[in-house]
């Protein structure tokens, strides 16, 4: 017996490599994608002042138009204090499947909270501060097989700089 390994072993082994060498490459792709819807979103909602939402509580026409362009259709369900969007724009109801998650995050509130809790109400003049805020953005990339389809949703999050009101 001159060959210890069999050419159907040897033929195992090359399939096993060429599928996690594809599910490598796939990773990477909805990654990518994902990643740079995230920051045009960003860039977006910094371009007009934290405004993402248009009169009627969808998301901005400019938003949606990225969304369509990247070829992004991942999905996933957004934590308990993020607000959920179709890639149409509507808004979705907490539970459900969401292509993008958006949440507004007022930083003065937050920090009067803080300097009252530690240093006593009414010690602090809260009322001095500048409103600002920030948004926070969560996409979702996926491990998409081929044949196999989707084994595992993963999100990335991501946040504007801190936006004062006049």
Known sequence: ???????????????????LFTAIMCLTINNSNAFGVKNEILNIIEANNG????DDGNLSDAIIDTINE??????????ENYQGYQRNGSP????????????????????????????GAGTVATEDFVD??????????????PVIKQIYNFKTKGETRIIYKN
């Open 92 to 119: 979705v109801t907490s539970g459900q499947e969401a292509s993008v998650c958006i949440r507004k995050v007022n930083v003065t509130d937050e920090l009067d909270n803080y300097l009252e809790s530690e240093l």
């Open 132 to 145: 600002g805020s920030y948004v926070q953005v969560m996409v979702f990339y996926q491990l998409d097989i």
């Open 51 to 54: 405004i993402y939402e248009g």
């Open 1 to 19: 017996m001159k060959e210890s390994i069999s050419i159907t072993t040897i033929f195992q082994i090359f399939i096993l490599f060429v599928l």
């Open 70 to 79: 990247t070829s992004y259709r991942t999905t996933g369900t957004c934590p």
